[in-house]
């Protein structure tokens, strides 16, 4: 099979691809055909135009495309970032712009300078230090509170000798010695260091030495210090590395001692049955142990007489504890004191013993009187009269004395009085009443807890009434009692429907008629005693 190009006439044509079949080895054979040309056309005119022209604008549907997707130019982009200007470089000097360093510190000349001179509050350098000097008195170069040495210590000799214990040694000149290596006398004008740590490191005296240091501590933290005044006396302190130390001194066995603490008390002991103790804080404390013998009095006070030169208060023993307390708050107190003597307790090791007059404070009795002495008033125990407020405080209740029954014997008491009572004080003042009768009078003689009522009758006293009013001089808290007696035949002679009663309040007592008056002008008297509660 060829292939041969012809056109329409049949003859071979340069534009038309024909396709012929035929044999070629039979002549005569028929041709067969084909006009590519015509069929490449019709093929041609079906396809679409991309197709022949490869052309993107003869695509159909084809995107809108923006230029720079054909351009590739950086300007045909559009929303382009807004690119600021070029960085510089920062200046310290700048004050604006981009080239400035905003809240930079304000640095001192001496930040840039580097140099000692710039700096502000140097330090005062003092000149440089130079060698001291003994013998120099001013300046750098004199030595502060050096010590006077002695006639020895200023040698400058070759020295004699050393000592040694109790002994000098044998390269000691035998002036001033009795022997070789013993001093028989030294006086030291300068100053002399013990350094020893012996029990008797420095003995003054022989059997029984005048003076003993004992030095012998394992480990010494404390010392004492005599000190001379020029005042005249003599000082010992205690000395320690510590900011407070203790100085104590001791009698030998259980004599007693004293005790100055570091932190302001002062103890002192009296054997080892009793001791005082004075506190910066809680005063002064006396405490007694257990004695034995008789008398057993474990706190003895001795006063002594003397003559006197005026005429004022004698007080042989003054406590005076006439300060005020001030409470720092409110507070509700059951009991305050300002002196107190608590109770002892008394024991016997085996049963039997007796004790017939037991007291927790003893009074022999007031003060005697001796020669060319006369006493008016004689007490055991005197309560003086006294103001008790001194400022805007309120006393609902006083009393001079005051006895409360205890619990616990077969029989309790609160005051036990062996003797006659002489009461004292204001006496209450009265007011007759219609019971007195027109014109009637009331007197009172006596003393605040008793005395006489004498009542005088006017005309026409009226029965069961108020003959006289008593006003106590000083009221009682919740009342009070008065118990009466004839004092005469008349009052004595009242009975029945004339007796005359009596009774009490807490300001006023009162005298009242029977339902049968007294008689008129006729004088009655009454004893009576009065009890407040």
Same mark, same amino acid.
Request: aromatic share 6%; glycine share 14%; proline share 4%.
């Given at each position: 099979?060829?292939?041969?190009?012809?056109?329409?006439?049949?003859?071979?044509?340069?534009?038309?691809?024909?396709?012929?079949?035929?044999?070629p080895?039979?002549?005569?054979?028929?041709?067969?055909?084909?006009?590519?040309?015509?069929l490449?056309?019709?093929?041609?005119?079906?396809?679409?135009?991309?197709?022949?022209?490869?052309?993107?604008d003869?695509?159909?549907?084809?995107?809108?495309?923006?230029?720079?997707?054909?351009? !590739?130019a950086?300007?045909?982009?559009n929303?382009?970032p807004?690119?600021?200007?070029?960085?510089v470089?920062?200046?310290?000097?700048?004050v604006?712009?981009?080239?400035?360093?905003?809240?930079?510190?304000?640095?001192a000349?001496?930040?840039?300078?580097?140099?000692?001179s710039?700096?502000?509050?140097?330090?005062?350098?003092?000149?440089?230090?130079?060698?001291?000097?003994w013998s120099?008195?001013?300046?750098?170069?004199?030595?502060?509170n050096k010590?006077?040495?002695?006639?020895?210590?200023?040698?400058?000799?070759?020295?004699?000798?050393?000592?040694?214990?109790t002994?000098?040694?044998?390269?000691?000149v035998?002036?001033?010695?009795?022997s070789?290596?013993?001093?028989?006398?030294?006086?030291?004008?300068?100053?002399?260091?013990?350094?020893?740590?012996?029990?008797?490191?420095?003995k003054?005296?022989g059997?029984n030495?005048?003076?003993?240091?004992d030095?012998?501590?394992?480990?010494?933290?404390?010392?004492?210090?005599?000190?001379?005044t020029?005042?005249g006396?003599?000082?010992?302190s205690?000395?320690s590395?510590?900011?407070?130390?203790?100085?104590?001194?001791?009698?030998?066995g259980?004599?007693?001692?004293?005790?100055?603490?570091?932190?302001g008390?002062?103890e002192?002991?009296?054997g080892?049955?009793a001791m005082?103790?004075?506190f910066?804080?809680y005063?002064i404390?006396?405490?007694?142990?257990?004695?034995?013998g008789?008398?057993?009095?474990?706190?003895y006070?001795?006063?002594q007489g003397?003559?006197?030169y005026?005429?004022?208060?004698?007080?042989?023993?003054?406590?005076?504890?006439?300060?005020?307390?001030?409470?720092n708050?409110?507070?509700?107190v059951?009991?305050?004191?300002?002196?107190?003597?608590?109770q002892?307790?008394?024991?016997s090791?085996?049963?039997?013993?007796?004790?017939?007059?037991?007291?927790?404070?003893?009074?022999?009795?007031?003060?005697?009187?001796?020669?060319?002495?006369?006493?008016?008033?004689?007490?055991?125990?005197?309560?003086?009269?006294?103001?008790?407020?001194s400022?805007?405080?309120?006393?609902?209740?006083?009393?001079?004395?005051?006895?409360f029954?205890?619990?616990?014997?077969v029989?309790?008491?609160?005051?036990?009085?062996?003797?006659?009572?002489?009461?004292g004080?204001?006496?209450?003042?009265?007011?007759?009443?219609t019971?007195?009768?027109?014109?009637?009078?009331?007197?009172? !003689?006596?003393?605040?807890? !008793?005395?006489t009522?004498t009542?005088v009758?006017?005309t026409?006293?009226?029965?069961?009434?108020v003959?006289?009013?008593?006003?106590?001089?000083?009221?009682?808290?919740n009342?009070?009692?008065?118990?009466?007696?004839?004092?005469?035949?008349?009052?004595?002679?009242?009975?029945?429907?004339s007796q005359?009663?009596a009774?009490?309040?807490?300001?006023?007592?009162?005298?009242?008629?029977?339902s049968?008056?007294?008689?008129?002008?006729?004088?009655?008297?009454?004893?009576y005693?009065?009890?407040?509660?």
């Amino acid at each position: 099979m060829r292939y041969d190009e012809y056109d329409d006439s049949g003859a071979l044509h340069d534009t038309d691809l024909a396709l012929v079949a035929r044999d070629p080895g039979t002549p005569g054979t028929k041709t067969l055909k084909f006009y590519m040309g015509r069929l490449a056309d019709y093929l041609i005119s079906k396809l679409a135009p991309i197709a022949i022209s490869g052309e993107y604008d003869d695509l159909s549907g084809a995107p809108v495309l923006s230029a720079v997707a054909t351009s !590739g130019a950086y300007s045909d982009l559009n929303g382009k970032p807004t690119i600021p200007a070029a960085q510089v470089s920062v200046d310290w000097n700048s004050v604006s712009g981009i080239s400035a360093i905003q809240n930079k510190p304000s640095l001192a000349t001496v930040a840039t300078s580097g140099a000692y001179s710039d700096l502000s509050g140097k330090p005062t350098i003092p000149a440089a230090q130079v060698n001291s000097d003994w013998s120099a008195s001013s300046g750098a170069t004199a030595i502060l509170n050096k010590p006077t040495l002695g006639s020895l210590a200023a040698l400058s000799a070759a020295p004699a000798g050393s000592l040694t214990g109790t002994t000098l040694n044998a390269t000691v000149v035998t002036s001033s010695l009795t022997s070789l290596g013993t001093l028989t006398a030294l006086n030291v004008s300068g100053i002399a260091n013990l350094s020893s740590t012996s029990a008797t490191a420095l003995k003054v005296g022989g059997t029984n030495p005048a003076l003993t240091v004992d030095a012998s501590a394992a480990s010494l933290v404390a010392g004492g210090l005599i000190t001379g005044t020029a005042s005249g006396g003599v000082i010992y302190s205690a000395t320690s590395t510590s900011s407070g130390e203790q100085a104590k001194f001791t009698g030998k066995g259980t004599t007693g001692y004293l005790t100055c603490s570091s932190f302001g008390s002062l103890e002192m002991g009296i054997g080892s049955f009793a001791m005082i103790s004075a506190f910066n804080t809680y005063g002064i404390q006396f405490t007694a142990g257990g004695g034995s013998g008789n008398p057993n009095t474990q706190f003895y006070f001795n006063t002594q007489g003397g003559q006197l030169y005026s005429a004022g208060q004698v007080q042989n023993i003054s406590l005076n504890s006439a300060s005020t307390m001030t409470y720092n708050g409110a507070f509700a107190v059951s009991s305050q004191m300002t002196s107190r003597v608590a109770q002892q307790t008394f024991n016997s090791i085996t049963t039997g013993s007796v004790i017939t007059e037991a007291a927790t404070f003893n009074i022999e009795g007031p003060a005697k009187v001796g020669n060319g002495v006369t006493i008016t008033n004689d007490y055991g125990v005197l309560v003086s009269t006294s103001a008790i407020q001194s400022g805007t405080g309120v006393v609902s209740n006083s009393f001079a004395g005051g006895f409360f029954a205890q619990t616990g014997a077969v029989k309790n008491y609160a005051l036990r009085i062996v003797g006659p009572i002489l009461s004292g004080g204001t006496a209450a003042t009265a007011a007759a009443g219609t019971g007195a009768g027109t014109g009637g009078t009331i007197a009172i !003689g006596g003393a605040s807890q !008793g005395g006489t009522i004498t009542v005088v009758t006017g005309t026409t006293p009226s029965a069961s009434s108020v003959i006289g009013t008593l006003t106590h001089p000083t009221a009682y808290p919740n009342g009070s009692s008065i118990v009466i007696t004839p004092g005469n035949a008349a009052a004595a002679a009242l009975s029945g429907t004339s007796q005359v009663f009596a009774a009490g309040g807490t300001t006023t007592a009162t005298l009242t008629s029977g339902s049968a008056a007294l008689a008129a002008a006729t004088t009655y008297i009454w004893n009576y005693k009065i009890t407040g509660y």
